[in-house]
């Protein structure tokens, strides 16, 4: 029997074929995923980089407008959507008539940059779930596919009265689709759980951030309370 790819393709029957092209499609967009989610998560720890070096002079001397205009150019940076949330929440809390405690600026602060951090985590697993989704049913599609593969080869040793020739083809469409649906479910699932790793890292990073940014608005809101009462 010719092993060639196009042999094989021409040998197998419609349900195999079927599963093969489905196969395809599953890699395709995992590896679309994979690639697109490596882009993310690079420009997001590079920008974060950049803007805890921008950002320390800033805030040392209390320029949060300025601060603010920083975090908007690294847009793709994690911990600049937390700090944003927190430096913009104190401010708009300093700013209110309303907020007589200076500790309710710091709360709203905090509450604010831990919604934003919620919500980052959330748009770093966007399209996680594909890869898991494809990592556990890619090899039960190829379990179909072997499944009819093996029907095939017991129907032509039926019509044919048995021998070799009679059940190669499915056999081969069996094995084929056996080894695609491993090769698809592997690179899935070993990329899931390395992203994973990278969001689980990023949380303690926005986490850290966070709990330095209030202990910052802390100091800042004392220091104010002490200005107006002196």
Same mark, same amino acid.
């Given at each position: ?77 994690? %911990?600049?959507?937390?700090? +944003? ?8 809390? $300093?700013? #209110?008539?309303? !907020? @007589? ?81 491993? %090769?698809?479910?592997?690179? +899935? ?8 790793? $990278?969001? #689980?890292?990023? !949380? @303690? ?26």
């Amino acid at each position: 029997m010719d092993m060639s790819p196009a042999a094989l393709w021409a040998s197998m029957g419609p349900v195999g074929k079927t599963v093969a092209v489905v196969m395809v499609a599953m890699s395709i967009y995992s590896l679309w995923v994979m690639v697109e989610r490596f882009i993310v998560f690079t420009q997001a720890k590079n920008q974060s980089l950049k803007l805890l070096g921008a950002l320390s002079n800033l805030l040392t001397r209390g320029e949060y407008g300025q601060a603010i205009e920083v975090t908007k150019k690294y847009k793709n940076s994690h %911990l600049a959507k937390v700090i +944003a949330a927190g430096l913009l929440e104190f401010e708009a809390s $300093r700013r #209110d008539k309303r !907020t @007589v405690d200076p500790e309710l600026a710091v709360e709203a602060a905090r509450q604010g940059m831990d919604r934003t951090a919620m919500i980052t985590v959330a748009e770093l697993k966007e399209n996680l779930g594909v890869l898991a989704t494809i990592g556990a049913t890619a090899p039960f599609v190829g379990l179909f596919g072997t499944v009819m593969g093996i029907i095939r080869a017991f129907e032509g040793m039926a019509k044919s009265g048995g021998g070799i020739a009679s059940v190669s083809a499915g056999i081969a469409e069996a094995l084929i689709t056996t080894a695609g649906g491993l %090769l698809v479910a592997i690179p +899935a699932v070993w990329a899931y759980n390395y992203f994973q790793n $990278r969001i #689980d890292r990023f !949380t @303690v990073e926005m986490s850290n951030s966070g709990s330095e940014m209030a202990i910052y608005f802390m100091k800042e809101a004392g220091g104010a309370n002490e200005k107006a009462v002196g």
